[in-house]
């Protein structure tokens, strides 16, 4: 007899009273053939998965697994009629996430991960959560997601996932599976949550050193009350969060002081032309990250540029006009959004300042656009190249002076 049931991540936020999103279904007693012949088309590349013909939602055939290889593919599945629902759950990381529901709406819970939803406990099904090291970076995601609810990592799952960060497991993952898990982690409520849990069981050092190093390194109390710089950085996170729900944003942030990792210690506190060093370290992260052009571009505008942004109402005219000139804003201002709210978030990412207004965000959102709209009159189009070039700095140096007077009315 063919059985359906949901499964996953939709029951689980059904039971923690959340909004659901995807519905993922587990078919047992099923096959392949029975499936296409019911209509459903199959998409799935390492095992059986189907989309629904109407809905388009996915049925995978029940499954069970067995490690036969190192790393996150290093698997061999068993699918057929044979294989049970309780042998499908097994297989999930969590036991929040091993739970299904009946088409009466029956609960089917083999491993307490209802129990564990009411205690707030991020807990394992198995030993064989090692296996994949993937499993890791999710569990640090949900660490993320569900932080505001009062989650914790059971003691068990801790040391588990420190046994896996000493393994060497987590150094053959794909760039892209860790890229998906870091994005999805960054488009939370407490993206800071993520690189924290990463920290505790010793996977940030493995995974991004970059950002591993600059825990304990300091910077000037008169500037950063937190003075560590790893500090700053989750501090800046939360931020992000509060600033906007781009993970753009937040990926700004995460990356815009990796430069301080390169700071001489001789220099410490301070950390002078951090912004024009961290370039390097950036571009190299983005690089092995395959990070997406979007998320790239953000990242080295608000590494190379963040410090002249916090100071732009400090600075003249002719100053002002000749970093903004490097600045992608001609092509399409809004491009700028997110690296505006990095900068906020850096800023308000101190202690005692986290509610601090940020004068230069919206000074520079409604300058920017001002400034790309400046053209030439058509009576000068025949000028000469030189010509054309001071009549529009003039322009620009013009309407500098008056944004810089009016200060946060409109140029």
Not at 167 to 189: F, I, K, N
Not at 204 to 225: A, K, T
Not at 296 to 305: D, G, K, S
């Amino acid at each position: 007899m063919v059985e359906v049931y949901l499964v996953g991540g939709a029951v689980r936020d059904r039971l923690l009273g959340l909004p659901v999103g995807e519905r993922d279904y587990v078919v047992v007693g099923s096959s392949p053939a029975t499936m296409i012949e019911r209509g459903f088309r199959p998409v799935g590349r390492d095992f059986p998965v189907f989309l629904h013909p109407e809905t388009h939602e996915e049925y995978a055939l029940a499954r069970s697994e067995r490690k036969s290889g190192t790393g996150h593919g290093g698997f061999r599945f068993q699918t057929g009629p044979d294989v049970s629902l309780i042998a499908d759950l097994a297989r999930r990381d969590l036991t929040i996430n091993a739970m299904a529901e009946g088409p009466g709406g029956e609960i089917i819970d083999p491993y307490g991960g209802r129990a564990d939803l009411e205690s707030r406990l991020l807990r394992h099904v198995s030993p064989a959560f090692v296996e994949d090291p993937l499993r890791l970076l999710r569990v640090a995601r949900f660490s993320a997601r569900f932080h505001s609810l009062g989650f914790r990592l059971a003691p068990e799952t801790r040391s588990l996932m420190e046994s896996m960060s000493e393994s060497g497991e987590l150094t053959t993952l794909a760039p892209e599976r860790v890229w998906q898990e870091t994005r999805r982690a960054l488009s939370t409520d407490h993206p800071e949550r993520y690189i924290q849990t990463l920290r505790e069981v010793g996977a940030l050092r493995v995974l991004f050193p970059e950002i591993d190093c600059l825990f304990g390194i300091p910077q000037d109390p008169r500037e950063h009350p937190e003075i560590d710089t790893g500090e700053h950085l989750l501090l800046s996170l939360a931020a992000s969060a509060r600033e906007s729900q781009d993970p753009v944003v937040a990926y700004a942030v995460l990356v815009h002081d990796l430069g301080k990792g390169r700071t001489d210690p001789s220099l410490w506190p301070r950390h002078p032309a951090h912004d024009e060093s961290g370039l390097e370290v950036v571009r190299a992260f983005n690089a092995r990250l395959r990070v997406p052009h979007a998320f790239r571009q953000a990242a080295e505008l608000a590494t190379r540029w963040h410090l002249e942004i916090h100071r732009a109402l400090d600075q003249d005219a002719p100053r002002l006009d000749g970093w903004l000139s490097q600045l992608p804003y001609r092509q399409d201002p809004t491009l700028l959004d997110p690296v505006l709210a990095a900068c906020a978030a850096d800023f308000r990412g101190r202690g005692g300042h986290e509610a601090d207004p940020y004068p230069p965000r919206p000074f520079l959102s409604r300058l920017l656009p001002a400034l790309a709209a400046i053209r030439l009159e058509p009576s000068e189009y025949g000028w000469t190249p030189g010509e054309k070039r001071e009549a529009l700095a003039h322009r620009r140096i013009a309407l500098i002076k008056r944004a810089l007077k009016d200060g946060s009315s409109k140029p």
